[in-house]
């Protein structure tokens, strides 16, 4: 069964250096989103990407942050400067169609920041 | 502005008992509606999604939830919980746009 996949499982850095967490959505999906979970709190939406743009994106989704699809198969999310806060499981997802169709979501990169 | 409530943090039930997980959203219009649920370390797994049409909704592991427009609720139930259920559940509704607007979770604890 196709799923999506994300790496690195684990991620630590320093503050204020740069980070690329990597996701593959499932092959034929046209969307895909950006959550995160900081821990003991909700997941948040981050941002929606279709048709090679942001299509809709959370003020959490400031200029730190900035996501791209390099390929036909690879989905990142970059944060240029990491701070302390940005610590958190980073979930990528995808779906295949219009809205209300499900989210197929990965394992998710947890991300520290020391 | 759009919300949604899981007003149970923290859930105890035993083994074999029925379960039951709260969901009020506030929308302007019926939204897409799911559940997900979250077991320890682990990512997020789709239980089950309303979109239209019959409002009781089946899902794996014989779970199921009840859409009802008029109390802006879309209530988790399962007849006999087993050890493997616990974990967390999220009820999240989609916009239009297909962002999913999660709740707070329910943490749902099994005893033997």
């Known amino acids: 069964e196709p799923e999506v996949t994300q790496t690195p499982s684990h991620q630590v850095t320093q503050m204020g250096q740069e980070v690329i967490l990597r996701c593959v959505p499932i092959s034929n999906h046209l969307y895909f989103y950006w959550y995160r979970q900081i821990l003991g709190q909700k997941v948040e939406f981050l941002v929606s990407?279709?048709?090679?743009?942001?299509?809709?994106k959370s003020e959490i989704f400031d200029d730190q942050f900035s996501v791209e699809r390099p390929d036909g198969s690879n989905f990142t999310l970059k944060i240029r400067s990491t701070k302390l806060e940005d610590s958190a499981m980073y979930f990528c997802?995808?779906?295949?169609?219009?809205?209300?169709?499900?989210?197929?979501f990965g394992p998710g990169t947890r991300l520290t920041v020391l | 502005a759009q919300s949604v409530t899981q007003p149970d943090i923290h859930i105890t039930v035993s083994e074999g008992a029925s379960l039951e997980l709260r969901c009020n959203y506030s929308y302007g219009a019926t939204p897409y509606l799911f559940w997900y649920v979250q077991s320890p370390g682990q990512g997020l797994q789709l239980l089950l999604k309303y979109f239209s049409g019959d409002t009781l909704v089946q899902g794996i592991k014989g779970f199921e939830a009840e859409f009802k427009r008029s109390q802006s609720s879309f209530n988790l139930r399962k007849p006999s919980v087993h050890w493997s259920d616990a974990a967390e559940y999220f009820c999240?509704?989609?916009?239009?746009?297909?962002?999913?607007?999660f709740g707070q979770g329910t943490t749902l604890q099994v005893k033997p």
């Open positions: 997802a995808s779906r295949k169609g219009l809205a209300g169709t499900e989210q197929f």
């Open positions: 999240a509704p989609s916009s239009n746009t297909g962002k999913l607007i």
């Open positions: 990407f279709y048709n090679n743009e942001i299509s809709e």
